[in-house]
């Protein structure tokens, strides 16, 4: 019998490899060995002009109506003006057609495969770098900037708890670079779990959200209604239904309502730091993680837990908490 030629061998190989690819992955474990192959040595990057409209939008989403001295109720802040803490999260929004979205309308471009495709955003780390050598002030994202990004897979790892089961916990870093330099270093951790049927999620009417009575320690409290979800999702370019769609969120997902964006939540902490301890600066860094969901119409409050001293400053462990459970928790410096 002839030995198939090295042409037609090669082609085998190329023909096998891609099916195996698109088969659906076995386990967790299968499915983050696809997303380091895909990813690994790769930094995507992309250039974007950090407009003052977004920003302005995203001010009158919090309910705020100046950034800095500006008032934005009428116009978008000045070309010059600091990006705010966290406010970055606004530009380098996701690419991509519709068709492209995963079915629960997130980007998928480090999605874990599917069954593993119920993301959440689970937490992250985000710093402010001083300027390189100390002596001059630290890079800034302002308005009217042409900024970089520069998007890294840093991780993919199978895992399981009892509650989940099995599920693969993603992590990237994405370095904003403006004129003066690497202004903001944002790493973010998502969670890809289990993909559920609809028909196995039970149909019973969901419960009405739950509002909080203020206790002793409130320093703010903080509502995010269905406008404000639909806003965010519009300024963040996310599609993912569990921030808009109540059916899809209470059917599939299992929630008993839409779901407020960790991102949104974050957001509102660094606003909380930056108007309480802040004295003007931005800070450092914020190491977050999110605890427990919120749900639009839910009434939280941010307030400060506690105030360490170090050698690199103050340490600020600030909590968002609904009924005393903690909904996010971060610590900023």
């Given at each position: 019998m002839s030995r198939p030629s090295c042409q037609a061998s090669a082609r085998w190989a190329r023909q096998f490899s891609t099916s195996a690819h698109l088969r659906r992955p076995a386990n967790a474990q299968d499915a983050a060995s696809r997303l380091l192959d895909d990813f690994a040595g790769k930094t995507v990057s992309r250039r974007q002009l950090i407009d003052g409209n977004q920003l302005q939008k995203l001010s009158l989403t919090l309910g705020r109506t100046s950034i800095g001295p500006h008032d934005v109720t009428a116009r978008p802040p000045p070309t010059?003006?600091?990006?705010?803490?966290?406010?970055?999260?606004?530009?380098?929004?996701p690419d991509g057609v519709e068709a492209q979205l995963g079915p629960d309308g997130s980007d998928r471009t480090y999605n874990a495969a599917a069954p593993f495709?119920?993301?959440?955003?689970?937490?992250?780390?985000?710093?402010?770098?001083?300027?390189?050598?100390?002596?001059?002030?630290?890079?800034?994202?302002?308005?009217?900037?042409?900024?970089?990004?520069?998007?890294t897979l840093l991780s993919a790892e199978a895992k399981r708890s009892r509650s989940v089961g099995e599920m693969v916990l993603v992590e990237v870093v994405k370095e904003l670079e403006g004129p003066q330099g690497v202004a903001v270093v944002d790493r973010r951790s998502w969670v890809f779990r289990l993909e559920i049927e609809p028909s196995l999620v039970a149909t019973a009417a969901p419960e009405p959200?739950?509002?909080?009575?203020?206790?002793?320690?409130?320093?703010?409290?903080?509502?995010?209604?269905?406008?404000?979800?639909?806003?965010?999702?519009?300024?963040?370019?996310?599609?993912?239904?569990?921030?808009?769609?109540?059916?899809?969120?209470?059917?599939?997902?299992?929630?008993p309502g839409?779901?407020?964006?960790?991102?949104?939540?974050?957001?509102?902490?660094?606003?909380?730091?930056?108007?309480?301890?802040?004295?003007?600066?931005?800070?450092?860094?914020?190491?977050?993680?999110?605890?427990?969901?919120?749900?639009?119409?839910?009434?939280?409050?941010?307030?400060?837990?506690?105030?360490?001293?170090?050698?690199?400053?103050?340490?600020?462990?600030?909590?968002?908490?609904?009924?005393?459970?903690?909904c996010m928790k971060a610590d900023v410096w």
């Open positions: 010059g003006t600091p990006v705010p803490a966290g406010h970055h999260l606004v530009y380098f929004t495709s119920r993301r959440m955003w689970a937490g992250g780390t985000m710093r402010w770098p001083s300027a390189a050598g100390g002596g001059g002030a630290p890079p800034v994202l302002r308005v009217g900037d042409e900024a970089e990004e520069r998007t959200p739950r509002r909080t009575k203020q206790g002793p320690t409130v320093i703010e409290d903080v509502e995010n209604g269905s406008k404000c979800l639909f806003r965010f999702s519009a300024l963040t370019f996310n599609g993912h239904k569990i921030h808009y769609n109540e059916g899809w969120t209470t059917a599939v997902e299992g929630h839409v779901v407020v964006h960790g991102p949104l939540n974050l957001i509102n902490i660094l606003d909380y730091w930056g108007d309480i301890h802040g004295d003007g600066r931005a800070p450092n860094e914020v190491t977050y993680r999110a605890m427990s969901p919120l749900y639009a119409g839910d009434q939280y409050q941010v307030h400060t837990a506690g105030v360490e001293d170090g050698t690199d400053g103050k340490k600020y462990q600030i909590l968002a908490d609904k009924d005393g459970v903690v």
